[in-house]
Nanobody
Framework: QVRLTESGGGSVPAGGSVRLSCAESGYTSCKGGLSWYRQGPGSVRDLVSS???????KYGDFVKGRFTVSQDNDRKTLTLQMNSLEPEDTAMYYC??????????????WGQGTQVTVSS
């Protein structure tokens, strides 16, 4: 029911910037929210950023103030602005849709991911 379309990944030199976007589409009767995760080579999938129901942004410790997350008014698009990128930021970045209440018909969805490669 819910489809996630990610865009904006690519290669960038160290210190550069990348803007990722996640667009939610498709019909669902379930209420949910979007967030960004990433997984580097040989690493677990970690939360990069999310926005809670109160509009407060949350970031992983590795962000170190370099990233900014935002969403549109209907909360169907989540944008991640990443600045001052480091080689350690190289990873596959995934958008995730999480239902407010998980049920048999309301389950989490993952985007296919977009690769961000930071060269040194």
């Amino acid at each position: 029911q819910v489809r996630l379309t990610e865009s904006g990944g690519g290669s960038v030199p160290a210190g550069g910037s990348v803007r990722l976007s996640c667009a939610e589409s498709g019909y669902t009767s379930c209420k949910g929210g979007l967030s960004w995760y990433r997984q580097g080579p040989g690493s677990v999938r970690d939360l990069v950023s999310s926005i809670d129901t109160a509009g407060n942004a949350k970031y992983g410790d590795f962000v170190k103030g370099r990233f900014t997350v935002s969403q549109d008014n209907d909360r169907k698009t989540l944008t991640l602005q990443m600045n001052s990128l480091e080689p350690e930021d190289t990873a596959m970045y995934y958008c995730k849709w999480t239902p407010v209440v998980t049920s048999r018909s309301c389950v989490s969805r993952w985007g296919q991911g977009t690769q961000v490669t930071v060269s040194s």
